[in-house]
Each structure stands twice: as C-alpha cells, then as structure tokens.
T-cell receptor, first 115, second 114 residues
C-alpha cells in the first residue's frame, strides 16, 4: 500500500544537525499527522494539520516544526537534533469528517537515529 | 484528557491458542475505537474499528473485538492464532469532540510460537 509514503526510511545523524522528514499521500485526505513511536509508549502526536493553512501542535511538539507545502505533502523538521529524538516517526492521514472519523492511514515510518 | 490502557505488555502463546488482549479507555463520552496491528518492520494497519451499532466488531484476519460501554473496554480476540499473527497490537481511541486526536495505548507485543 503506497498511499502514504515517507522519505527517508532510515537516517542516522549527529547531534545539532537539522533534519527533515517528508511525507506524501495520494489518498486525497485533508488531514495529516506526524507521530513518534518509542518502545513501551505507543505513538505520540507531534503535529497535525487539517489543511494547508491549519497546523497545530500535538502532545510533544517541542524541538520539532512542520510545513504543509500542499494538500498531499507534510514535512517534519528537527531544527537541531538531539539523541532523545531517536525514534520511529510515522506520518498518517485521515478524512476531514463524516463517516470514518478518526480512522487514520499510516506511512511506512522513518527510523531516525541521533548520535 | 483521554487515556488508553493496554494491560499486557508482552504475550507469548503457541499456534492454535486463543488470544485476548485487553484495552480500557478513560473518556466518558462518545468514542470511536480502533485496533491497529504492526507486523515486524511494517507500518500500522487497521485491524478493526467501532463507531456505533453492534458492539461485537469483526475485522480482518479472523480478529474481533467487543465494545463494553459499562466497562470502558474494547478487548481484541482471536480464537486460534497463527505464527503470522506475531506483531505488536495497539488499541486507539478518538472521542466525539476531538475526532482527529487518536490516542494510543502503549501496545502489546504478541509472539506466536510455531
């Protein structure tokens, strides 16, 4: 299922470097999300966007920023990476409302390691 | 704030055994409930969902879940597991007023031994 794609799939970087993770979708959904997954913690919401002009902070937005370049593209940036940002990052999309509210579709994930 | 609890961190069982994974949530209003599965090295996939109606929901790959409103629970079951069911399972909830916000449990790792 290539409806939601993420690049890169794996990245190793050093403390202090700026990193951008990209997400693209072909599902035509308005809503897009960035999560990080840490062992034993499930997924935590970093940022979400309801449309190109509507971007909101999630539970753990500190140290991250995002850009919604188009309906289909949502990028996550780490301005100055630190080791505790080592995690698996997922992008997700969902419809804007009506039936299917809450159901999200996930990309394959980006494994980021900060040394 | 709503929260989701999954009672088992790691479950190990043999093929053909029955599986039940517990999930409880804290929100008292209208909820939408989901179980997602993450196979090794893969992204999250939806197993099943509950929005309204019959509280017994059937999903893919022989899984089902039962919504018990009085117990704030949405437990996942499968009568007979296969080795290919080895994965991590996540319960997730959205509430009626925050339908975008998918709150996840910590996940349960299921290992099925052949």
């Amino acid at each position: 299922d290539a409806d939601v794609t993420q690049t890169p799939r794996n990245r190793i970087t050093k403390t202090g470097k700026r990193i951008m993770l990209e997400c693209s979708q072909t599902k035509g959904h308005d809503r897009m999300y960035w999560y990080r997954q840490d062992p034993g913690l499930g997924l935590q919401l970093i940022y979400y966007s309801f449309d190109v002009k509507d971007i909101n902070k999630g539970e753990i937005s500190d140290g991250y920023s995002v850009s919604r370049q188009a309906q289909a593209k949502f990028s996550l940036s780490l301005e100055s990476a630190i080791p505790n940002q080592t995690a698996l990052y997922f992008c997700a999309t969902s419809e804007g409302g009506g039936a299917g509210i809450g159901e999200q579709f996930f990309g394959p994930g980006t494994r980021l390691t900060v040394l | 704030a709503q929260s989701v609890s999954q009672h088992n961190h790691h479950v190990i069982l043999s093929e053909a055994a029955s599986l039940e994974l517990g999930c409880n949530y804290s929100y008292g209003g209208t909820v939408n409930l989901f179980w997602y599965v993450q196979y090794p090295g893969q992204h999250l996939q939806l197993l099943l969902k509950y929005f309204s109606g019959d509280p017994l929901v059937k999903g893919i790959k022989g899984f089902e879940a039962e919504f018990i409103k009085s117990k704030f629970s949405f437990n996942l079951r499968k009568p007979s597991v296969q080795w290919s069911d080895t994965a991590e399972y996540f319960c997730a909830v959205t509430s009626g007023t925050n339908d975008y916000k998918l709150s996840f449990g910590a996940g349960t790792t299921v290992t099925v031994r052949a």
